[in-house]
């Protein structure tokens, strides 16, 4: 098995190292089961990866999994490079037999500001509200 992950080092989410230790767990478990298993990490924005920087072996099975990456990738009306088609394009382009998509409902990647910012109050207060109820605040 061939994994190639992609992780934005500028992202005010980014783990120094997070991404590495997801592989050498990845590496370590499928050591344990008899499984051989590449893994491949890409520091860089995901609208700014190449097909090239994959690495992908053409009599491989592609599986694409977006895991909530779009919402964080501006569109055409926060940029004119849009990089969220230019990814998805490039997706495509590549036929993948699986594409998975985990977004969370919020918009914060399309102008003008004020609707976004208020989508985005709305959903974190509903998270900050949700973990207040259920986590001693202590």
Do not use: C
């Not at 969370?104 to 207060?125: C, Q």
């Amino acid at each position: 098995m061939h994994i190639t992950a992609v992780d934005n080092s500028e992202d005010v989410r980014y783990i120094p190292g997070g991404l590495d230790n997801v592989g050498k767990r990845l590496e370590k478990y499928a050591e344990s089961i008899g499984a051989s298993l590449q893994f491949i990490s890409i520091r860089r924005k995901a609208g700014d990866v190449q097909p090239w920087m994959l690495e992908i072996n053409l009599d491989e099975v592609l599986a694409v999994n977006f895991e909530f990456q779009l919402h964080h990738t501006p569109d055409k009306s926060v940029s004119t490079k849009n990089l969220r088609d230019r990814l998805l394009r490039m997706v495509k382009s590549l036929n993948p037999e699986v594409v998975t998509v985990a977004e969370e409902k919020v918009n914060t990647n399309t102008a003008p500001f004020l609707p976004r910012f208020m989508e985005s109050l709305n959903y974190y207060s509903s998270v900050f509200e949700s973990l207040d109820a259920t986590i001693p605040r202590g």
